[in-house]
Structures are given as structure tokens and as C-alpha cells.
Nanobody, 120 residues
Framework: QVQLVESGGGLVQPGGSLRLSCAASGSFSSINYMGWYRQAPGKERELVATITSDYSTNYIDSVKGRFTISRDNAKNTVSLQMSSLKPEDTAVYYC??????????????WGQGTLVTVSS
């Protein structure tokens, strides 16, 4: 079983910064891309940022220049550094990983989510 455990959410004032981290554990052969999604109250879950195993990144327009995704392949972790946070960034943030295991093929794994609240 593969698990993703997130940490780092919380309450932050507008303009502030927060760093989310996610660690993968369990039995698997490799992790392809990893990413962060978010779901605001009353809205659908949306992709925020992704990073491939060779560190190629992609962001939604609303966070470009403010958020930075990174990963450590040796530790199977992914992080999201969020700066210049806005109230509209308030959401539950979910870590996601595209995992390969010889016995199971390729499958998606999700973290439990961590709440980020941007408010004064």
C-alpha cells in the first residue's frame, strides 16, 4: 500500500507564506509525476502544480510567480512553497502522485488533504 502524508497547512495572513510538504511511503517501484491540487469550499478540485521525475514543472496561471513546487526523488517527497498568499488561495490542498509498481502497474495516490486558510 502506498500512502501520501501531507503537512504544513494552517492559517496565514494575506501576503504571507506557507510551505506544504508531502511524503510518500510504502512499496512501489517509482513515482512519475507528483502534484498539488486544491479544493475551495463549494468548488471543484483543481490542479495547482505538477512536477515530473526529471523536475519539469507546471502551474495554473493564478499561482504562477507565487508558488513553487519542488521534489526530492531520493526521499520521495514533494513540497509547495506558497508566497504572496491571497484569500482566494484558501482551500484544502491535496498531494497527488502517479506511482508505478510492477505488480499493479500505474495508479494514482492521494493524500488526506491539509487546510490552508488565508485570512486577516
Amino acid at each position: 500500500q502506498v500512502q501520501l502524508v501531507e503537512s504544513g497547512g494552517g492559517l496565514v495572513q494575506p501576503g504571507g507564506s506557507l510551505r506544504l510538504s508531502c511524503a510518500a511511503s510504502g512499496s512501489f517501484s517509482s513515482i512519475n509525476y507528483m502534484g498539488w491540487y486544491r479544493q475551495a469550499p463549494g468548488k471543484e478540485r483543481e490542479l495547482v502544480a505538477t512536477i515530473t521525475s526529471d523536475y519539469s514543472t507546471n502551474y495554473i496561471d493564478s499561482v504562477k510567480g507565487r508558488f513553487t513546487i519542488s521534489r526530492d526523488n531520493a526521499k520521495n517527497t514533494v513540497s509547495l512553497q506558497m508566497s504572496s498568499l491571497k484569500p482566494e488561495d484558501t482551500a484544502v490542498y491535496y498531494c497527488n502522485a502517479n506511482v508505478f509498481k510492477w505488480t499493479h502497474g500505474i495508479f494514482e495516490v492521494w493524500g488526506q488533504g491539509t487546510l490552508v486558510t488565508v485570512s486577516s
